[in-house]
């Protein structure tokens, strides 16, 4: 039983552990943003689908963790392959929590998380000598009445230099706001990555102050990944995958 990292979206992405053990499986539960290419990595294994998106669950964890003990307990080659890295906003803890408790041995396969690969495929790097020496990955979809795991906004806004918000844009307006009312500049730059690494991909930039407006002007829609910092202006130099560097406020 392996719980596997498929990357970001560029099936190329996937680690070589992951890929042999993905072609050896008999059973793989498999996440929606996972590409499809590599699910034919893995032609003659039961492909089971327990993919979520953000508002609507096809399966609940529960019946998640439940059928990855039941298939693992047959015997079976069970790889749980799940977008970007398990251990990061993918509840892949959770999965492993059940199999312990149910003690089966399972092993964890890292893999590029989207925090990280969005946006080195849209030219922006994390930390840069001079511009960030630090950075936090933090979630932008929570509930203001969930009082455990609250992203601490007020204190994130100057704690750490490149902030990258998954699952964000929702919540982008007051997220936005927040860090502004505590201490960050209004003209900070902000791109949003939509599909990073992917033939889809596409990028919005702007300021703390306009990127809401931004986003909703270009009609962006999950997935996206939101980078907070001076660090995103290197993109003028730094995007490679994009066909050309773009100016800001443009959408490729
Ligand atoms: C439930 S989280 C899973 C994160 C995943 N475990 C990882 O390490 O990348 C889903 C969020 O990841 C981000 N995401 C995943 N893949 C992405 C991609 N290719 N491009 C942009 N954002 C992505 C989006 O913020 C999306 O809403």
Same mark, same amino acid.
């Given at each position: 039983m392996a719980l596997v990292g498929a990357g970001p979206g560029d099936p190329g992405l996937i680690t070589v552990r992951g890929l042999e053990l993905l072609r050896r499986a008999d059973v793989v539960v498999y996440d929606r943003l996972v590409d499809r290419r590599l699910l034919a990595e893995a032609? !003659?294994? !039961? +492909?089971?689908? *327990?993919?979520? =998106?953000?508002? *609507?669950? =096809?399966?609940?964890? &529960?019946?998640?963790? *439940?059928?990855?003990? +039941?298939h693992a307990r047959r015997g079976r080659r069970v790889v749980r392959l799940k977008g970007g890295d398990p251990f990061v906003f993918g509840r892949g803890g959770e999965e492993a929590e059940a199999l312990a408790r149910a003690r089966i041995p399972f092993e964890v396969v890292p893999g590029v998380t989207s925090a990280i690969a969005a946006p080195a495929y849209a030219g922006i790097p994390l930390t840069h000598r001079g511009v960030a020496s630090s950075f936090a990955v933090v979630t932008g979809h929570e509930c203001a009445s969930e009082s455990q795991g609250r992203v601490d906004w007020a204190r994130l806004a100057t704690a750490v230099d490149t902030l990258v918000v998954l699952m964000g844009l929702e919540r982008l307006p007051q997220i936005a706001r927040e860090l502004v009312a505590h201490g960050r500049a209004a003209a900070t730059p902000v791109a949003l990555v939509r599909w990073?690494? %992917?033939?889809?991909? &596409? %990028?919005?930039?702007? %300021?703390l102050a306009d990127i809401a407006e931004r986003a909703r002007r270009a009609r962006l829609e999950p997935p996206v990944v939101t980078v907070i910092g001076d660090v995103v202006a290197l993109r003028e130099r730094l995007a490679w995958f994009d066909e050309q560097a773009l100016p800001i406020g443009a959408v490729r």
């Open positions: 032609p !003659r294994a !039961r +492909r089971i689908f *327990a993919g979520k =998106a953000s508002s *609507a669950h =096809a399966l609940p964890q &529960e019946q998640i963790n *439940a059928l990855l003990v +039941r990073g690494s %992917t033939d889809w991909q &596409e %990028t919005v930039v702007g %300021t």
